[in-house]
């Protein structure tokens, strides 16, 4: 295989794993467009190598060993862009992304380029286009974010998100800022709610928590 090929080859994995790793930076995802770009580079890498050391040794290398470790080893990435808050799980989209990345990756790598660029553009279509669909049909439900500061003891993002789920929100996403000088937190939260949840009690309970100074609902 001629360098200038190879080179060819990563390139283009870093370009379609760029593609999609850009639309989880647009939704301010923890593995963002590096994350996806390197994911998709090292395992077209891998798999390079694996072709490489098949071809210095006919008949003794065996191309997919190598790079089937890929497929078990990306779990360790979607692992940590999975993450739990209360009853609901974040990241699992980002995990799956990362996962298919690698496998763009490898197909890049041992020449299937169309294959590459056809799950890269129904990835693309499933993340990006899919995402609007399924919220213009979601009916009877609206997405708010509240930002609360109150002072940082203990339990206090439990306490909120129970009050939450009390009133049938579906917590989306949760930022937290720390102001370690005056020991207070500001906490961001997306959640979807239905159209009939009563958004003045919601916001009367948790102005009402001990160490709440400040609640803001857009």
Known sequence: MEELEMVGRLGLAAFLGGMIGLEREMHSQSAGLRTHMVVAVGAALIMLVSIHVAQGSPGQGDPSRIAAQVVSGIGFLGAGAILRFGMSVKGLTTAACLWTAAGIGLAVGCGYIWGAVAATGFVLLAIFVFDRIERFFIVGKTTKRFTIT?????????????????????????????????????????????????????????????????????
């Open 150 to 218: 109150a002072a940082d003891t203990p339990g206090m993002m439990g306490k909120i998100e129970a009050l939450m789920e009390k009133h049938r929100l579906l917590i989306r996403q949760v930022g937290l800022n720390k102001d370690l000088v005056e020991k207070k937190i500001q906490i961001a939260v997306t959640a979807v709610a239905p159209r009939d949840a009563n958004m003045e009690d919601l916001s009367g309970e948790i102005s009402s928590q001990a160490g709440v100074e400040r609640l803001e609902i857009d």
